[in-house]
């Protein structure tokens, strides 16, 4: 059996990830792929809801490594879950992962290497998605500015934290400017396919042994 495949989709506040995570989870599902869509932070967790009151609640303080290190655990919270279903052959989709761990708390000055350090050792995705926009067009999309961290100069300096993940082997950017939601999802959808087919002739490579 070939292991599952974990894709993770990354990018700022309102670049449209949640609407690409559930489509292309219609479409693995359409497809006969067995996938798992896992969103970060998971807020339905002790540790998810104590992260959930902190973004949704402005008076609710903590310190930034506090916070940082409660996304991680978080993660962590769910890493056997995520590394049975791909060993079990599930396909997994994550919607925000480490990625957006290390950008967010980084730009707020925490150094980028300790914040990378909680996370070292949960399950490495296949291809990470970065949904990017050349011009902020987030800032100006319905909803921004009702949690924590949705302020447009902020967003910025996360973008820039991010594009330091650029030259990982396997982050791929989707640029989404002037794209319809149709058009973002055949661009996710063909990245889905080379690393499904590259699995698969591993796999086959493998059998011939
Ligand atoms: N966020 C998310 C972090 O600061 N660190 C993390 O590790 C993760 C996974 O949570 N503004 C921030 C980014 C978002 C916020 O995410 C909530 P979403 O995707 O809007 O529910």
Same mark, same amino acid.
């Given at each position: 059996? $070939? ?11 309102? $670049?449209?990830? %949640?609407?690409? $995570? ?13 996938? %798992?869509?896992?969103?970060? @932070?998971?807020?339905t967790? @002790? ?8 973004? $949704? ?10 916070a ?25 989709v +994550? ?15 925490? @150094?980028?290497?300790?914040? +990378?350090?909680?996370? +070292?050792?949960?399950?490495? @995705?296949?291809?990470?998605? &970065? ?9 100006t ?20 934290? &991010? ?30 396919e ?8 591993? +796999? ?6």
């Open positions: 059996m $070939t292991r599952g495949v974990l894709i993770a989709i990354e990018g700022l506040d309102r $670049t449209g990830k %949640t609407t690409q $995570t559930s489509r292309l989870l219609e479409r693995l599902d359409k497809s006969g792929v067995d996938a %798992t869509l896992i969103k970060f @932070p998971e807020r967790t @002790p540790i998810g809801r104590i992260i959930n009151t902190y973004l $949704t609640d402005k008076a609710f303080e903590l310190s930034d490594q506090s940082h290190l409660l996304f991680s655990a978080n993660r962590w919270e769910l890493a056997e879950k995520i590394r049975n279903l791909l060993e079990d052959g599930k396909t997994v +994550l919607d925000r992962y480490v990625y957006s761990g290390v950008a967010y708390s980084s730009a707020k000055g925490l @150094p980028f290497d300790w914040c +990378l350090s909680p996370d +070292l050792g949960l399950p490495k @995705p296949d291809i990470v998605l &970065f949904m990017k926009f050349k011009h902020e067009d987030n800032v999309r319905e909803g921004f500015g009702e949690e924590r961290y949705e302020v447009a100069e902020f967003q910025q300096r996360v973008k820039t934290q &991010f594009e330091k993940f650029q030259n990982e082997d396997n982050w791929k950017t989707i640029y989404v400017d002037n794209k319809s939601i149709e058009e973002v999802g055949e661009l996710i959808w063909a990245e889905y080379v690393v499904a087919r590259r699995e698969r002739e591993a +796999l086959q490579k493998f059998t011939k042994l």
